[in-house]
């Protein structure tokens, strides 16, 4: 805001209006001085302005017209015209309530941490007295941790004996293993090859009865044509026979013809060329008809020997085919024999192989083992050394806590009087 040299505001921006809660129009021309909680050191501060030309972080608190108080620094100075004649003072405020409200937060926070510091102190005492009774019972059990100790250090020796004779054992087996699973691998080869053997015989047992099928069936097929050729001989048979009995009647009707011609005398003499013609037509008819039936006789008795013979050949077809049929049931057995043993062998091979990984993992375990037992046997030596260092530390801890020396030859080790000096300095040790 801006202000008069008689203290009356001549302006003021949003930030103003929104602190105090009055509009612009209201605070234009109002006292400066009226808008704060001290109003006389309201007025002393833009006075300073006017007798210095400017302030920095003059601290006042604005009262807003609804009872809110706002903790501000101003920041003033005069403003001039051109000829060098103050017209009034430009102030501007910054909010601090926030930071007056942390102010406060550490002044408390202070407060607190020197209650919290003589409550800490008292816990020391506490703990000094709880020290001093872990000592006591720290100089009596180290005692015991000491014989613990030398009997696992005893113990860890043994055990890394055990598992240097168990290593060597386990090697043993690894190879046994391995030659197993060799054997198993040529059993597996061999039980491949005579499968693929028994699925070409199969195969070609497969085509075998087929090829006997097909031959049942042409045999079948050509059966049934000598059966319609049989039954078409038969037929020509009777037509032979009809043709024979027509050339008889055509031979009576010519000599009936011959003999009525000549009755006829001149006028049948026509007549009974035709019917001598007739005659000789019929006696060809007759020798034709005798010659297809001694043919036919002949193609009948040729049907009569194919039709036994085709019998014969179907017989034998269908006692191929069941033979056949037999063997490819066999050597289907047989296949399935083969492909269950080339399983199993596939399944040992696979069971030799998993055997043999399996060792592998177990004599790298034994390897592993072995060296923590060596480790195991060189720490369990380290922690007995550490315990009678820890023993003759708990002694000197208990002389020096009881204000005494400390018994002679019971200095403890450097090294595991830094580690307990270590441990102890931790956060909750």
Same mark, same amino acid.
């Given at each position: ?26 605070? &234009? ?7 704060? /909680?001290e109003?006389?050191?309201a ?9 210095k030309g ?26 001039k ?50 020290v ?33 004779? /168990?290593?060597?054992t ?14 198993a691998?040529?059993?597996?080869e ?8 028994s ?39 009777e ?9 008889d ?16 005398g ?39 020997a ?34 269950e043993?080339?399983?199993a062998?596939?399944? &040992? ?10 060792m ?9 083992i ?13 922690a ?34 830094? &580690? ?10």
């Open positions: 805001m801006t202000i008069s040299p008689e203290g009356k505001i001549t302006d003021v921006n949003e930030g103003s209006i929104k602190v105090t809660g009055v509009p612009r129009e209201k605070l &234009i021309g109002t006292d400066f001085s009226d808008y704060f /909680t109003p006389e050191k007025r002393e501060g833009y006075q300073q302005v006017f007798a400017f302030v920095t972080d003059y601290p006042l608190t604005i009262r807003h017209r609804g009872g809110k108080l706002t903790d501000v620094l101003y920041n003033a100075s005069v403003y015209d051109v000829a060098g004649q103050v017209l009034g003072v430009f102030a501007a405020a910054r909010d601090v309530t926030a930071q007056k409200q942390a102010e406060e937060g550490l002044r408390k926070a202070h407060a607190e941490l020197e209650l919290r510091v003589e409550e800490r102190t008292a816990d020391l005492e506490r703990l000094v007295q709880q001093r009774e872990g000592v006591k019972v720290l100089a009596s059990g180290t005692g015991e941790i000491l014989a613990a100790t030398s009997q696992v250090a005893s113990s860890s020796t043994e055990a890394a004996a055990s598992v240097s004779e /168990t290593t060597a386990v090697e043993e087996v690894k190879q046994t293993a391995q030659v197993a699973s060799q054997k691998r040529h059993v597996l061999s039980a491949q090859k005579l499968g693929q053997v699925d070409t015989g199969k195969k070609s047992v497969e085509e075998t009865i087929e090829g006997m099928r097909r031959i049942r069936e042409q045999m079948e097929s050509i059966a049934e044509r000598i059966v319609r050729l049989s039954e078409q001989s038969q037929a020509i048979g037509i032979v026979s009809a043709v024979n009995d027509l050339s009647q055509s031979n009576l009707l010519a000599v009936n013809a011959a003999i009525e011609a000549a009755r006829a001149e006028e049948g003499k026509g007549f009974g060329v035709v019917a001598q013609e007739i005659k000789s037509l019929a006696a060809q008819s007759k020798d034709a008809t005798a010659q297809v039936r001694a043919i036919l006789g002949d193609i009948q008795k040729a049907t009569g194919a039709v036994m013979a085709t019998e014969q050949g179907t017989k034998a077809a269908e006692a191929g085919l069941q033979q056949s049929t037999q063997t490819g049931e066999s050597i289907r057995l047989l296949a399935d024999s083969i492909a043993a080339a399983q062998a596939a399944q &040992i091979a696979a069971s030799s192989q998993q055997q043999s990984v399996g592998d993992q177990v004599v790298l375990a034994m390897d592993n072995e060296q923590a037992s060596k480790q195991n046997v060189a720490s369990a030596k380290q007995e050394a550490a315990a009678q260092n820890l023993h003759g530390l708990g002694q000197r801890l208990s002389a020096l806590i009881e204000g005494k020396a400390a018994p002679s030859g019971m200095e403890p080790h450097s090294e595991t009087a830094a &580690i307990l000096m270590r441990d102890t300095s931790r956060p909750g040790a």
